[in-house]
T-cell receptor, first 114, second 109 residues
C-alpha cells in the first residue's frame, strides 16, 4: 500500500545523543514536511522541502536539521537531543507545494529524551 | 504569521450535529484545511476551502468566510467513530500549513 513510512515508531533517547528519524514516501510527491506535535500546541512545522535538493526552515527549526538527497527520503536529525525535544514527530508529503495540495501524514515517531 | 483559534473540547450525543468553529488571523491566506486525528494516529485529510462558502462531503461539511477569518466544520449524524481531534489548518502564500491546537470531540451514546 502506497504511503509514508516513519521509523522508528518510538524511541527513548538519552540527552546529548544524536538521533535520526527516518521518513520515506512512495507516492513520488515533490514536497515533504516534518512536524512536531505537543499537547495543547498542535502541529508545528520544523523543516520542509518543496522538491529534492532544497530545504527550508519552519516555525521551530532550532536543534534540528534535514536533508533531501532524493524524492523519496526526508530524514530529520537531532544533533544533540535535549528533553524539550520530547514530542511526537510526524512526517508528511504532498504532490507539490502549491494549489490544493493535500498533505498526507505518516504514523508518527514518539520520542522521549531523558 | 498565523494565529488560529478553535475550542479545546466538545461533547455531543450519537446521531446529533456538532459544529467546530475556527478563527484565524493571517498575513497571507491561501486556503484552509480540516484534518481528523484519532488518538495515537496520524492526521487524515477531511476538507479544503479556498473560496467563501460551504463544501459538503457526505456527513461532513466545511464553511469559509475569508472576510471574517472564520471557518467551521459541521459533523452530522454523529457516530461513535467520530470521536477524535479535529484540526484546523491555514495555508500561507508560501504554501506552508499552520495548525490550530485541535478540538477534541467526544461522542456519547
Amino acid at each position: 500500500i502506497a504511503g509514508i513510512t516513519q521509523a522508528p515508531t518510538s524511541q527513548i533517547l538519552a540527552a546529548g545523543r544524536r538521533m535520526t528519524l527516518r521518513c520515506t514516501q512512495d507516492m513520488r510527491h515533490n514536497a515533504m514536511y516534518w512536524y512536531r506535535q505537543d499537547l495543547g500546541l498542535g502541529l508545528r512545522l520544523i523543516h520542509y522541502s518543496n522538491t529534492a535538493g532544497t530545504t527550508g526552515k519552519g516555525e521551530v527549526p532550532d536543534g534540528y536539521s534535514v536533508s533531501r538527497a532524493n524524492t523519496d527520503d526526508f530524514p530529520l536529525t537531532l544533533a544533540s537531543a535535549v528533553p524539550s525535544q520530547t514530542s511526537v514527530y510526524f512526517c508528511a508529503s504532498s504532490a507539490r507545494a502549491g494549489a490544493a495540495n493535500i498533505q498526507y501524514f505518516g504514523a508518527g515517531t514518539r520520542l522521549s529524551v531523558l | 504569521g498565523q494565529n488560529i483559534d478553535q475550542p479545546t473540547e466538545m461533547t455531543a450525543t450519537e446521531g446529533a450535529i456538532v459544529q467546530i468553529n475556527c478563527t484565524y488571523q493571517t498575513s497571507g491566506f491561501n486556503g484552509l484545511f480540516w484534518y481528523q486525528q484519532h488518538a495515537g494516529e496520524a492526521p487524515t485529510f477531511l476538507s479544503y476551502n479556498v473560496l467563501d462558502g460551504l463544501e459538503e462531503k457526505g456527513r461532513f461539511s466545511s464553511f469559509l468566510s475569508r472576510s471574517k477569518g472564520y471557518s467551521y466544520l459541521l459533523l452530522k449524524e454523529l457516530q461513535m467513530k467520530d470521536s477524535a481531534s479535529y484540526l484546523c489548518a491555514v495555508r500561507d502564500r508560501d504554501y506552508k500549513l499552520s495548525f490550530g491546537a485541535g478540538t477534541t470531540v467526544t461522542v456519547r451514546a
